[in-house]
T-cell receptor
Framework: GAVVSQHPSWVICKSGTSVKIECRSLDFQATTMFWYRQFPKQSLMLMATSNEGSKATYEQGVEKDKFLINHASLTLSTLTVTSAHPEDSSFYIC??????????????FGPGTRLTVL | GIQVEQSPPDLILQEGANSTLRCNFSDSVNNLQWFHQNPWGQLINLFYIPSGTKQNGRLSATTVATERYSLLYISSSQTTDSGVYFCAVERSAGAQKLVFGQGTRLTINP
């Protein structure tokens, strides 16, 4: 199997606070994980690539100081939204890359975290 | 960057009907995946199909890499098939990054 979990599944916080979201690959090791955000009725947009043991790579327009990513082990990556504001409210989804054994990798997605900033 | 276009954007069908969803992409790809996003937001892997044809029950997919398109077939639709279907591709030199299409919203009415 290839199961990815996220915690929490939803969170409501006050403006100015920080929120941490965890992403875990439960039955495989993932050297690479990805963080996406999805606004209502829109597609997924990649925010950053998280590599175990090294700094994350952020997509253009994504503030690295606002969205802190840590990938401390082969099964866990965390995304911290710092000083959250209402415009950060969104659905955050992580994925983990699993080798198919043919030099290619298939991504498996977590169930997502719905963040609402008041 | 690579462009991914899905069609149609919306599709409404009666239970039991068949459907074909299309994904066009603008460059050669290492990876192409089809996903179903259920009403709770979970993305469910349907196919990993950078080329060729695969079948899984009522679903099948075909990717013609040389012509840069992929098709997802759903036969004998059920109401539980409703949701958004996404195609995502990884460009050949894309460092595992998936680029998603805008999705096809499928509604199956009883």
């Amino acid at each position: 199997g290839a199961v990815v979990s996220q915690h929490p599944s939803w969170v409501i916080c006050k403006s100015g606070t920080s929120v941490k979201i965890e992403c875990r690959s439960l039955d495989f090791q993932a050297t690479t994980m990805f963080w996406y955000r999805q606004f209502p009725k829109q597609s997924l947009m990649l925010m950053a690539t998280s590599n175990e043991g090294s700094k994350a790579t952020y997509e253009q327009g994504v503030e690295k100081d606002k969205f802190l990513i840590n990938h401390a082990s082969l099964t866990l990556s965390t995304l911290t939204v710092t000083s959250a504001h209402p415009e950060d409210s969104s659905f955050y989804i992580c994925s983990a890359s699993k080798s198919t054994g043919y030099s290619y990798n298939e991504q498996f997605f977590g169930p997502g975290t719905r963040l609402t900033v008041l | 960057g690579i462009q991914v276009e899905q069609s149609p954007p919306d599709l409404i069908l009666q239970e039991g009907a068949n459907s074909t969803l299309r994904c066009n992409f603008s460059d050669s790809v290492n990876n192409l995946q089809w996903f179903h996003q259920n009403p709770w937001g979970q993305l469910i892997n349907l196919f990993y199909i950078p080329s060729g044809t695969k079948q899984n029950g009522r679903l099948s997919a075909t990717t013609v890499a040389t012509e840069r398109y992929s098709l997802l077939y759903i036969s004998s639709s059920q109401t539980t098939d409703s949701g958004v279907y996404f195609c995502a591709v990884e460009r050949s030199a894309g460092a595992q990054k998936l680029v998603f299409g805008q999705g096809t919203r499928l509604t199956i009415n009883p």
